[in-house]
């Protein structure tokens, strides 16, 4: 490994590889579903196990003030805002870490930082194999050549507690335990070894604070809200933390506390049972579905739509002309760190709040599930690719121009060979750009169903139409909850009809109807949020969607909570650490910059007619969704549609984020029968009368749509 003072080449795995890296049906390892890598019995991943478990964790535990730490590689992505294997680098923008978010480099950014953090566990698995007699080396040196480091798909629905029968979305279980069984050197041969999956902890048992860590200390962040100022102590921890609870600075934080089955609650859909008329695990879902919002960003067909939250820029004097998605890669990621950090506690009589390191961007990257998290925000980008590999970005839209980082300047117009700095593709200096990472396999890795050398013709060529097909079809199958739902909502029995089945699942339905699915066209109703990145300081909050009456406590239960759009990406300015960063905090401000969410209510509004669901409306009455028309869902989302946010834990009105801005908006879905072909959501027009007026809602005069795609009632006759 290089020294501190030598730059580090980032070149991705490439032992064993054809040396021609931008071969088109070049042939790498696929980075595995860590469920499926983890609980593998094949030979090849027992070894490779028996090298990662031991290697990362002493990776973990390197020391900070090595380049190649744990602790180094993840203050590349916030604190401690020092430069990284660029000696004498002042930063572009003050109290800023190298992270891009809220631009149109979020996903070519990570990309090399993904491939860093993979290299040195790699290079570190290779010195493990020493450890082994020299008869068993070549073997374990060979799966170390084809490991690649594992991603979480938290969209899929897994079998819990390993029933094929019951499956819901999970954290994976590699993180589950403190310690984990793995095969050994001799004498041992298998044992028990501390698991760096479970939570980073700091070397020697200091803490992220501690003086002898000198300009690398992470400080502790004061956030002000609302003329208040609330500390969280990050400097006190000695390992990262998910879902912390209690009040004030206790040991379970200092020593870090995971809360993993808080995760999985979030991040499950809330469902219906028609028999008992109530909420159960099983049933129509109630909510906004996790693989169908990854499954319609795979639908979006322009890079500069998929790749950022930011907002085009258009507003009241710069009308939207086209039919702008709402949602993106970079927004579902944001949910996900939400979820998995959790909300902060309530604060001590000295205002000081705890939170989950993964619900901070700027200490984020210390957690390790930050990066099995990416590394499926990587690959989601590298599907999407796949399926739209003619389009890329090329500095003139206006979300290309930077809001600004550690390396970048405040309006300097990100294009495809501007350096994706800290990282070196070579130990001459020079920088990956997003031109060069373009490619995962030049980098020596790709994902499950996307190896081209997999569909050739007879000839050899590259058969890239059959591979579309057979990726739509995976895609479908484990993602389009949309498509079940509406061959479901064809397929069963409408409100008042006293035969026919009801709700249950789609491969009961066919046996029961004996009915194949059909190609369907339906109106696919949406929530678009839009809001100034910036407001409240820049601190994170959260918008909330309800259809139905608001609960009167936090946290809000999903019994009427559809969904929520997360302003994750929090900004050092936000902090009040320094004048600089208060500066650093106004200009961004100023800058108005807007992010953009969407949560789509249809899946919920299908469950809500299907059952005939009673809403109990804030005046007291009580309303049910009659039909899936526009005409019945207008009506009825004019009484229920409600939003709020909230921010430190708290609610916060609607007032002090004057750019909020939320609207309802009925489009088209077709789905197919052909489950070679992707789902397609167009045509929204804006439902101005169920948001007009209300605070924080949209209207016409706010530009978010083309002036002609506005949605009209008929007229009665």
């Known amino acids: 490994m290089a020294s501190n003072t030598q730059v580090y080449a980032i070149k991705g795995i490439q032992d064993g590889l054809d040396p021609d890296k931008h071969q088109l049906l070049r042939k790498v390892p696929v980075r595995m579903e860590l469920d499926d890598w983890y609980l593998s019995e094949e030979l090849v991943h027992i070894n490779q196990r028996a090298l990662f478990f031991p290697a990362l964790w002493k990776f973990s535990q390197m020391d900070p003030h090595e380049k190649l730490s744990w602790f180094q590689i993840a203050g590349i992505h916030g604190k401690p805002f020092v430069s990284w294997d660029e000696p004498n680098k002042k930063p572009e923008v003050t109290e800023k870490g190298y992270c891009t978010h809220n631009s149109i480099l979020f996903g070519t950014w990570h990309r090399p930082y993904l491939l860093l953090w993979e290299q040195v566990i790699y290079e570190l698995m290779k010195k493990e194999t020493l450890q082994y007699p020299e008869e068993d080396r070549h073997d374990l040196l060979e799966a170390a050549k084809t490991w690649r480091f594992p991603y979480w798909d938290w969209a899929l629905k897994k079998p819990i507690d390993g029933n094929p029968d019951k499956r819901d979305y999970n954290v994976p279980l590699a993180i589950l335990p403190e310690k984990v069984e793995i095969k050994l050197p001799p004498p041992q041969g298998s044992g028990l070894y501390p698991n760096a999956l479970y939570q980073f902890t700091m070397p020697g048992g200091i803490t992220m604070g501690d003086p002898s860590l000198k300009d690398l200390r992470i400080t502790a962040s004061e956030i002000e809200d609302n003329g208040v100022t609330y500390t969280f102590p990050f400097d006190q921890c000695q390992a990262t933390s998910r ?65 950022t939250k930011r907002a085009p820029g258009h507003g009241a004097g710069d009308p939207m002309t086209k039919d702008y998605p709402f949602d993106s890669s970079e927004g579902l990621h944001d949910n996900i760190h939400d979820w998995c950090g959790g909300d902060p506690t309530e604060p001590d009589k000295n205002r000081i709040e705890l939170m989950g390191h993964m619900s901070y961007v700027l200490v984020a990257a210390f957690d390790p599930i930050f990066w099995v998290h990416h590394c499926n925000v990587d690959r989601m980008f590298a599907i999407w690719q796949m399926l739209h590999d003619d ?249 229920n549609l409600h939003w709020r946010v909230t921010s430190m834990g708290a609610p916060v009105a609607l007032d002090r984020i004057p750019s909020l801005r939320v609207s309802l908006a009925v489009g088209e879905a077709h789905h197919y029968a052909d489950r070679s072909k992707l789902s397609k959501f167009h045509e929204y027009k804006a439902v101005y009368e169920v948001t007009h007026g209300r605070s924080g809602g949209a209207g016409p005069d706010d530009g978010l749509y083309p002036p002609e795609q506005r949605y009209s009632a008929p007229s009665q006759s």
């Not at 469902?271 to 499954?295: C, H, K, M, Q, V």
């Not at 809001?531 to 809000?556: S, W």
Request: proline share 4%; with cysteine.
């Open 243 to 307: 879902h912390p609870k209690g009040t004030g600075v206790t040991q379970d934080w200092v020593a870090g506390t995971q809360d993993n089955e808080a995760i999985a609650e979030e991040l499950r859909d809330y469902r219906w049972d028609p028999d008992t008329n109530s909420e159960i695990t099983i049933g129509g879902s109630l909510t906004a579905g996790l693989r169908a919002a990854f499954y319609r960003v795979m639908t979006i067909e322009k890079f500069d739509d998929f790749g």
């Open 391 to 639: 389009s890329w970005f090329n500095g003139s839209d206006p979300r290309d121009e930077d809001l600004g980082t550690f390396a970048i300047k405040t309006g300097h117009k990100d294009k495809p060979a501007d350096p994706l700095r800290p990282f070196h593709k070579d130990a001459s200096g020079d920088y990956w750009t997003s031109s060069d990472v373009k490619e995962t396999t030049a980098l020596g890795y790709t994902y499950p169903d996307l190896e081209k050398w997999r569909y050739t013709n007879s000839d050899g060529s590259y058969n890239k139409q059959k591979h579309i097909n057979d990726l739509t079809r995976k895609l479908n199958s484990m993602y389009n909850g949309d498509w079940s739902a509406t061959q479901k909502s064809k397929l069963t029995a409408d409100p008042g009809q006293s035969d026919g089945p009801r709700l249950m699942s789609l491969r009961a339905l066919q046996t029961t109807t004996q009915k194949e699915p059909v190609d369907l066209k339906v109106h696919d109703y949406v929530v678009n949020v839009i809001y100034e990145k910036f407001a409240l300081n820049g601190n994170r909050f959260t918008i909330h969607i309800f259809v139905g009456k608001v609960p009167d406590k936090l946290p809000y239960s999903f019994r009427t909570q559809v969904g929520q759009v997360v302003n994750f990406s929090t900004e050092a300015g936000a902090m009040g650490n320094s004048p600089a960063g208060c500066q650093n905090c106004r200009t961004q401000q100023a800058d108005h910059s807007k992010s953009t969410g969407r949560v789509v209510l249809t899946n919920a509004l299908i469950t809500r007619w299907k059952n005939q669901i009673e809403h109990e409306t804030h005046s007291g009455d009580k309303q049910v969704l009659k039909s899936m028309d526009p005409c019945d869902v207008v009506d009825f989302l004019t009484h």
